[in-house]
């Protein structure tokens, strides 16, 4: 199948550029290498999938919508039932952190529903076949479109460049080489009790382990009593490497510091491109013919946004839309 628009990867950014494409009027295929949709967007849960007891939030935890064009599309695509409000953020108390009541993942999914998306499919070589952009996966599937554009991170896609031996200009390695991110790990805990955490279940311990413990059943996503703990960069730097059950020990001790309960199981995830500490001053690129790159490790903004901000979810989903907007037919 060949389509107008090949998107690579299934994050929120290029969710929204699939979204923003298709109400173009444009044909458009995503590929993503996981089993399902969101990449750091991610929920698990607790129980069986019948019945589910708890869940994790253990990536992003919550969406701030400054951006009049994201609320709008928000609106257009997914309707308003999907978000609600939770805390207010610290840099702007008028403005509410967002999640969803089924874990943040539901979001993605939601912005999935009608789009064609390729999952479990890791790509390993692009071709430009002159009017085409073909991405040839593992499993020797192969999708094509007319224009393809790339979300999936910076050091993914360097590797994917020098394995499709594309001669791109040198300028434009250098930008997406300059691109890094932080590492994550993630401690996911089932407590015996209700944690209780303060300030809403959003703290900050400032240790040298923990860096943030978010309280899902004061958050309004899980029934039973469950926390994630994500670690210092610091930390996650250290251990990311190393053995992680010895990790997950290290993180439990600190996090029983923490909780006025016990700890009755832990799970550990590591995120290795979590946060994008150095980014493209620009929404995306334009990297040859046909072939762009988006997503969180680029700067996008606009009026009600400012791209000066930290990296955040909203500007990975405003680069999405910027890129998808921009395109010309």
Same mark, same amino acid.
């Given at each position: !199948? ?13 969710? #929204? ?33 019948? %019945? ?9 935890? @919550? ?25 207010? +953020? @610290? ?31 890791? $790509? ?18 192969? =999708?094509?479109? /007319? ?24 300028? #434009?390695?250098?930008? $997406?080489?300059? *691109? ?40 309004? *996503? ?40 016990? *700890?009755?199981?832990? %799970? *550990?995830?590591?995120?290795? =491109? ?18 762009? !790159?988006?997503?969180?490790? @680029?700067?996008?903004?606009? &009026?009600?946004?400012?791209? +000066?901000?930290?990296?955040? #979810? ?7 839309? /910027?890129?998808? %907007?921009?395109?010309? &037919?």
């Amino acid at each position: !199948m060949i389509t107008d628009i090949l998107i690579l990867g299934a994050g929120v950014s290029g969710l #929204m550029a699939a979204r923003s494409f298709q109400e173009q009027g444009k044909t458009v295929q995503v590929v993503d290498k996981g089993r399902g949709v969101g990449g750091r967007v991610a929920t698990r849960w607790l129980g069986s999938r019948d %019945q589910i007891r708890g869940r994790w939030d253990h990536g992003a935890q @919550f969406v701030t919508l400054r951006s009049s064009r994201v609320r709008r599309r928000l609106h257009s695509w997914i309707g308003d039932d999907v978000l609600y409000d939770w805390l207010p +953020s @610290f840099s702007d108390p008028t403005l509410m952190r967002k999640v969803c009541t089924q874990g943040m993942n539901q979001l993605p999914k939601a912005l999935a529903a009608g789009v064609t998306v390729h999952r479990a499919e890791r $790509i390993r070589k692009l071709e430009w076949t002159g009017s085409t952009w073909k991405a040839l996966s593992e499993s020797g599937a192969e =999708f094509e479109g /007319h224009q393809c554009l790339s979300t999936i991170p910076a050091p993914q896609m360097i590797d994917l460049i020098l394995a499709s031996e594309l001669d791109l200009d040198p300028r #434009m390695m250098d930008q $997406i080489q300059s *691109i890094e991110y932080e590492r994550t790990l993630s401690l996911l805990a089932e407590l015996d009790t209700p944690a209780n955490l303060p300030d809403g279940g959003y703290v900050r311990p400032l240790t040298g382990v923990l860096d943030t413990v978010i309280d899902h059943q004061a958050k309004g *996503i899980s029934d039973s009593p469950t926390v994630t703990a994500h670690a210092t960069p610091a930390f996650s730097l250290e251990w990311y490497d190393r053995d992680r059950i010895a990790a997950a020990s290290v993180m439990r001790a600190a996090l029983q510091e923490y909780v006025q309960c016990s *700890i009755v199981q832990v %799970q *550990i995830h590591g995120w290795k =491109f979590s946060t994008p500490v150095k980014r493209v001053p620009t929404a995306y690129l334009d990297l040859t013919e046909g072939l762009r !790159m988006a997503g969180d490790g @680029f700067v996008a903004g606009e &009026d009600d946004a400012p791209a +000066s901000l930290h990296p955040r #979810m909203e500007s990975a989903m405003l680069s999405g839309l /910027h890129a998808a %907007q921009s395109w010309g &037919d």
